[in-house]
């Protein structure tokens, strides 16, 4: 397969005073928030790819390093969370642009967990505002904003040792493209379901009651042989297979596959030394390093990985079913 082309990578100057931990862009791609060890978070104006240099807020907060932001949908306006080794989760809005001062305040500050919080991530829009945390001290909480303007949260056990991170499966039900709704048939109400990933080497996979009003552990993937370091659950346009990628502190990236909502889930280890450019003495179905995050394109095709020895790889599933790189960028 040929390889896919990657435009020349644009330095970003931050002006943070340590580690970045995570950027992210918003859903336009307009924005850009980073995070820092210095316990800051930046919001940066992207216009044409680049930042604008007089562009640039800094959110001051967190007591300790920030590990990851996200930025909800914009349909609930700007809104950005980030999590902290302090152990609290903020989340931030932007003050309307007509305001002599411009720029953002604190809107929520979760306080339920007592230890780090390694991970944030909102669900998909159809589900309303609602925000998935990861902790080390075991447990995952759910944020929900209701329509009386309050918050609610949800916090539960998860992971034995610690939870490093949440993905929330997409809103659409796998198969609806293939089988559409009868005529005069009611909607079926989106299903809310995310998967978490832990110190205890597992994967979990837990879905909302709406009977018992709770979140309840729907399924176990195990398949690593260290920690889970991240867990994504690739987008769905309504086709039958899902599929959720993870990456490990045992050097190995996983993709889960299910075929339909009865089959169960199966494995395959992605194979780094395939790649052209791989070490000759590479082993099989191992990274040169840790592998820390893996992130789905928005269409789910492709996959990024992105591993401890400073390398972003890009993977394709052929038509063979068998998974590709079909790029890699040093950083």
């Not at 002006?15 to 918003?26: F, K, P, T, Y």
């Not at 932007?94 to 991530?121: C, F, I, M, P, Y």
């Not at 998967?195 to 195990?222: M, P």
């Amino acid at each position: 397969m040929p390889s896919a082309t990657t435009t020349e990578a644009v330095p970003i100057e931050t002006a943070h005073e340590d580690m970045i931990h995570d950027a992210q862009l918003d859903y336009y791609g307009k924005r850009l928030a980073t995070c820092s060890s210095d316990r800051t978070v930046k919001v940066f104006d992207v216009i044409g790819g680049e930042p604008l240099k007089s562009s640039g807020h800094t959110l001051k907060g967190h007591t300790g390093p920030v590990w990851q932001v996200a930025w909800a949908h914009p349909k609930f306006g700007h809104i950005l969370a980030s999590c902290s080794y302090d152990g609290k989760v903020l989340i931030w809005g932007e003050r309307s642009q007509g305001t002599t001062d411009g720029g953002w305040t604190r809107v929520k500050e979760h306080t339920l967990h007592t230890a780090s919080v390694n991970s944030v991530s909102w669900a998909p829009h159809e589900l309303g505002a609602m925000l998935a945390c990861a902790s080390s001290d075991g447990k995952l909480s759910v944020l929900t904003f209701k329509d009386d303007g309050q918050w609610g949260a949800d916090i539960f056990n998860g992971h034995a040792i610690g939870c490093n991170s949440v993905s929330w499966a997409p809103a659409t039900q796998p198969g609806s493209l293939i089988h559409p709704q009868q005529p005069g048939a009611q909607p079926s109400a989106p299903f809310k379901r995310f998967a978490s990933a832990g110190c205890d080497n597992l994967v979990k996979i837990w879905g909302y009651r709406e009977d018992t009003q709770s979140w309840v552990e729907e399924e176990t993937l195990d398949g690593h042989t260290d920690w889970v370091r991240d867990v994504a659950w690739a987008p769905n346009i309504g086709l039958p297979r899902s599929y959720i990628a993870t990456a490990s502190q045992d050097k190995t990236v996983l993709i889960w596959t299910k075929d339909s909502l009865t089959s169960p889930w199966v494995k395959t280890a992605l194979d780094p030394s395939t790649a052209s450019g791989a070490p000759s003495a590479a082993a099989a179905g191992k990274f040169p390093d840790v592998v820390w995050r893996v992130s789905w394109s928005l269409a789910g095709n492709i996959l990024a990985v992105s591993c401890g020895d400073g390398k972003v790889t890009l993977w394709k599933e052929n038509l063979r079913g068998i998974w590709e790189c079909v790029s890699d960028m040093s950083s």
